[in-house]
């Protein structure tokens, strides 16, 4: 079909058929107001604001619902439709509490921008007002549904994106009003906390609440880092102010989450500010923990592990990371281990395989998710894969538990704990999908995606049958930078019963947890926080969170991603690189980087795929 | 209550667009719809608790507390309104200690105020479960409670 040519505001404009008045306005950069509308949801035309007057139609039409016809004439600013949203905005504003002086919203409210724009102050409906309960019963943020304008984005968001299904409209006509079943706190509700309706809310109903009091938006200065929580590496914006990160949004141009965020990097950063951050190097006397300088604490890490060395040999010296911490970080740790173990290997790392892209997932015409809980681990991948069935691809979910993305499940063949892999090589065997109908859906579809856990016992199993059949493979790992960690050729060391002393940065990716590091003669941790694994060691180094380092992360796409630093750390907390570029320089090492821009671009010459991202051009997508 | 919802369920799919017909069969087998029901109507029908819920308090004929024996239902349209409904209402509410749109205690009644019942010739009008009652007045209105309370006490001798 051919374009649609229409005039708006006496300029012409071509759009696909199939667009929106609204869609043909953003064109040519003509701003309608709205509430209600997002592009991602269905349209439900709720709020009416975003009227415009159509030459020769009856009546104003919602353009966020109408299609572009073919020669419309369109007004959207004339007195009739400036003084239809006058009208809109009053009666809104009938029913709205005006404590804009201490409302969180004030400054990005869309109502006060659109009362600003409109002239309106005040109501003039004279009539009954809502009194709802505050809910703020959760840890997050509060439901303030008094100023809930019932737009529905959040419910959208709640039921299509997120899955969750935690609110929905309820009761009917005046006393219409949002919220879980039953009338319970959105505590006891299948709320999981995504944080994506406090983000889609056109004016104040939901609030976070780690922000509240700290600063107003025109204050607030906004950082894109990356979130560490795993290695989707969903991009956001930190919120800063005064050092201290006060806030997080998600990054709508980000093509990783596009805008989504899970619990993890939309609350759970709060950690950054937490009470359980160390904040100055610590070395255990006595059983106890002395704060001490970093020339002290780093010049007996380096006694300490040398002695182990010379005593026991250098296998006797372990060298553990649990991959979340940044490329700069792990690359440096890598080369101390290769300096230190004496086996001069350097770099040399690429064992990473091919990795696939999120939007594989979204334009699959089959998905198949093997042994891992999207909805649990990887949340924003959750939502890529419900995205793919509303697209129409069929969704087989093989795994031993229960999980929150069976409803959405085309098939579920129930696997006993351990039966992955002799799932997939059946399926991969299964020529044309014989007789099963999991298998006829997935070798039906044009587009195939195998999701599973990187370093699961089965992942080779997944990527045979990924490499057999022409689909791809999405490895996810719970640790935020798995992928960055296993192309710079960092190896999973393990402890056994030679080792007696290790270097470990952030908590041990150990089984045993805490019960094997006991056993060690010495034992130094690098983390931001003091942690089990913190607990155990003879020396802490206090490193900086992720919230305060410029840093480069890869995530499972294979994608690499600079951070910026949005706070300062708390009291001598050092980036990753410096603490472990300061433990080199006492284990006679001559190593000096001025920055993490140096270290990157000696990544970007040693490791095969990183070069091409140059520093410069990760920096420029600020 | 497990048993009496498996009957119902037994002749649906489990399919969302089956709640309401499934919420109304609900209704006539318990009389309204308690939470654990629409808790395993959610279920059932694989849907999130909180569409079922938005859906039993959407419609006015899903009711969520337990209704009385008998159902009086006010006719409030314009016609009732402009003959003295409200003293009907303020009649009955008297009379049987009841609320709009709630219950006795004892379970004997409940009492809705509804639009217009299509009976404009007999304002200001009431219907009790079945029986219409027309031109209506306050003490009319008690005279009628007291017979089917008087009935009541009779059917249980």
Redesign the interface.
């Known amino acids: 079909m051919s374009a649609i040519k229409l005039t708006i505001d006496g300029r012409q404009v071509e759009v696909a058929p199939g667009a929106t008045i609204l869609e043909a306005a953003r064109q040519l950069g003509v701003d309608i107001p709205t509430f209600c509308h997002d592009p991602e949801l269905q349209r439900n035309g709720a709020c009416r604001i975003c009227v415009v007057e159509v030459e020769n139609a009856r009546a104003l039409v919602a353009s966020c619902c109408a299609p572009a016809g073919a020669d419309m004439v369109v007004h959207t600013n004339s007195e009739r439709v400036r003084n239809a949203r006058i009208s809109i905005l009053k009666l809104i504003l009938a029913n709205h509490p005006l404590d804009c002086i201490t409302c969180e919203k004030t400054g990005e409210c869309k109502l006060q921008d659109y009362c600003y724009r409109y002239g309106v102050s005040e109501s003039g409906y004279i009539g009954e007002i809502k009194e709802l309960p505050l809910d703020d019963t959760n840890t997050y943020y509060i439901r303030d549904m008094n100023k809930c304008i019932l737009c529905g984005k959040c419910v959208g968001k709640c ?1 299509v994106i997120n899955g ?9 006509g005046f006393v219409t009003n949002v ?4 009338g319970d706190p959105i505590e006891e ?2 709320c999981v906390f995504c944080g994506m309706c406090v983000d889609t809310c056109p004016v104040g109903a939901l609030t976070a609440k780690a922000g509240v009091g700290k600063g107003r938006p025109w204050e607030v200065e906004k950082v894109r880092a990356v979130c560490p929580g795993c290695d989707t590496g969903c991009s956001l914006f930190l919120h800063a102010r005064g050092g201290k990160v006060i806030g997080v949004s998600p990054d709508p141009e980000s093509p990783v989450n596009r805008g989504h965020l899970c619990v993890k990097g939309r609350f759970e950063w709060q950690a950054v500010n937490s009470p359980q951050r160390i904040s100055r190097p610590l070395i255990k006397r006595g059983g106890v923990f002395v704060e001490a300088g970093w020339d002290e604490a780093l010049a007996l890490a380096a006694a300490k592990l040398s002695e182990g060395k010379e005593r026991y040999g250098s296998d006797a010296v372990a060298f553990l990371s649990s991959a979340s911490a940044s490329n700069e970080a792990h690359f440096l740790f890598h080369k101390l281990l290769h300096a230190f173990q004496g086996d001069g290997a350097g770099g040399a790392g690429g064992a990473a395989p091919p990795a696939c892209s999120i939007e594989d997932i979204t334009g699959a015409g089959a998905v198949l998710v093997v042994g891992t809980d999207l909805t649990e681990v990887h949340p924003v991948v959750g939502y890529r894969v419900r995205e793919a069935v509303r697209n129409g691809a069929k969704l087989i979910v093989a795994d031993s538990r229960e999980s929150a993305l069976l ?1 959405l499940a085309d098939y579920h063949p129930a696997l006993q704990p351990g039966a992955e892999t002799v799932f997939l090589e059946d399926l991969s065997g299964a020529v044309n999908g014989g007789n099963d109908a999991a298998a006829q859906a997935f070798f039906a579809a044009e587009k195939r995606v195998v999701i599973c856990p990187a370093g699961a016992d089965f992942a080779g199993a997944a990527a045979g049958l990924a490499g057999r059949h022409a689909a791809a493979l999405y490895l996810l790992s719970t640790d935020g930078n798995f992928r960055g960690a296993l192309d710079i050729g960092v190896t999973f060391q393990a402890i056994n019963g030679k080792t007696k002393a290790a270097f470990v940065m952030g908590e041990s990716p150990l089984p045993g947890g805490a019960a094997d590091l006991e056993k060690l003669d010495f034992l130094v941790v690098l983390d931001s926080a003091m942690t089990e694994t913190a607990a155990c060691a003879d020396v802490v180094l206090p490193a900086a969170a992720f919230t305060e380092q410029l840093a480069t992360y890869t995530n499972s796409e294979g994608r690499v991603q600079l951070s910026l630093p949005a706070a300062v750390p708390p009291g001598e907390a050092r980036a990753g690189w410096e603490a472990i570029a300061g433990l080199a320089c006492y284990l006679g090492l001559d190593w000096k980087y001025g920055g993490p821009e140096e270290i990157f671009q000696e990544i970007a010459a040693e490791i095969p795929g990183y070069g091409r991202q140059a520093y410069e051009a990760l920096a420029k997508q600020e | 209550m497990e048993e009496r919802l498996d009957a119902i369920f037994a002749s649906y799919k489990g399919d969302k667009n089956e709640v309401i017909p499934i919420l109304q069969e609900v209704q006539e087998e318990l009389g309204y719809l308690p ?1 654990e029901a ?2 395993e109507v ?1 279920r059932f029908v ?9 859906v039993a ?4 004929r899903f009711h969520l507390e337990p209704r009385g024996r008998h159902i009086i239902r006010l006719c409030c349209g314009t016609a009732c309104h402009v003959r003295g409904a409200q003293k009907i209402s303020d009649r009955i509410q008297e009379t049987l200690k009841v609320d709009v749109g709630k219950t006795t205690v004892d379970k004997e009644y409940t009492f809705e105020q509804v639009a217009c019942i299509g009976a404009c010739g007999l304002a200001p009008v009431m219907t009790i479960d079945q029986k219409t009652f027309g031109k209506l007045s306050p003490d009319k209105t008690s005279e009628i409670l007291k017979s089917f309370s008087e009935a009541a006490e009779g059917g249980q001798n």
């Open positions: 039921q969750a299904g935690a609110i929905d409209f309820v009761q009917r919220g879980p079943a039953f509700s299948s409803d | 939470e629409m808790r959610a694989r849907l999130p608790e909180s569409k079922v819920f938005g308090t959407f419609y006015a």
